[in-house]
């Protein structure tokens, strides 16, 4: 599968879990990635043909010819762009069958459950608690 950049990862910055690694692959990543945290107050999620809910229900990646990657495929997206040798083998191992399946299951079970993980108190958004939407 063809991918062109930059690629958009679209992120829950409400999310502890979220926000924690998206700030790590934001410190490796280079130009061929950019993050968007869809509970920023100008985020618009029409604007990318999407709603909210859409991309609250799963991780998404879009590439720049408007192909979206979401959950466990938007990973392996985002980890083949990632500049390190170990992220592309992991995109690979995890794309391996019975592999593959297993990340799908999991991913959907932390993704469906993930505010219920708790946050490590450097990472919590203070804006999540002013905003006062209740779902995060």
Known sequence: MSVSYPLTVFYDGACGVCSTEITYYRSIADQRIRFVDITALDFDAESFGKTVDDFQKKLHARDADGQY????????????????????????????????????????????????VPASHATNCPMTKDRGSGTH
């Open 69 to 116: 990657f979401t959950g466990v495929e938007a990973f392996r997206q985002l980890w083949d762009a990632l500049p390190s040798p170990f992220y592309p083998l992991l995109s690979t191992i995890v794309g391996l069958p019975g592999i593959h399946l297993t990340a799908r299951t999991g991913y959907a079970i932390l993704a469906r459950f993930r505010h219920f």
